[in-house]
Nanobody, 111 residues
């Protein structure tokens, strides 16, 4: 199993980023997928998850209305569209499949 995130970077407050996660080595369409984040010195936080098939999504209260999780089962990809970014969104963002983690991608929101 391999999960490879991309799309992180430095963005100003109010800006947007789109994270991508390329999955391989398992039957992607059969599993729900999640994005977690970990800010420096803090615990992991579940940001968003999406069911297999994509019919159900859930978000942390802190990102509701700003972030959107989606998936493309034909490409074995999961995405996190992040809008109206705030400094408190600064963290390493991880793609997660049951029992497996990506290496993470850094998102820094700063002016």
């Amino acid at each position: 199993v391999q999960l490879v995130e991309s799309g992180g970077g430095l963005v100003q407050p109010g800006g947007s980023l789109r994270l991508s996660c390329a999955a391989s080595g398992f039957t992607f369409s059969a599993y729900g997928m999640s994005w977690y984040r970990q800010a420096l010195g803090k615990e992991y936080e579940l940001v968003a998850d999406i069911s297999s098939g994509g019919r159900s999504t859930n978000y942390a209260d802190s990102v509701k209305g700003r972030f959107t999780i989606s998936r493309d089962d034909a490409k074995n990809m999961v995405y996190l569209q992040m809008n109206s970014l705030k400094p408190e969104d600064t963290a390493v963002y991880y793609c997660h499949a049951p029992g497996h983690w990506g290496q993470g991608t850094q998102v820094t929101v700063s002016s």
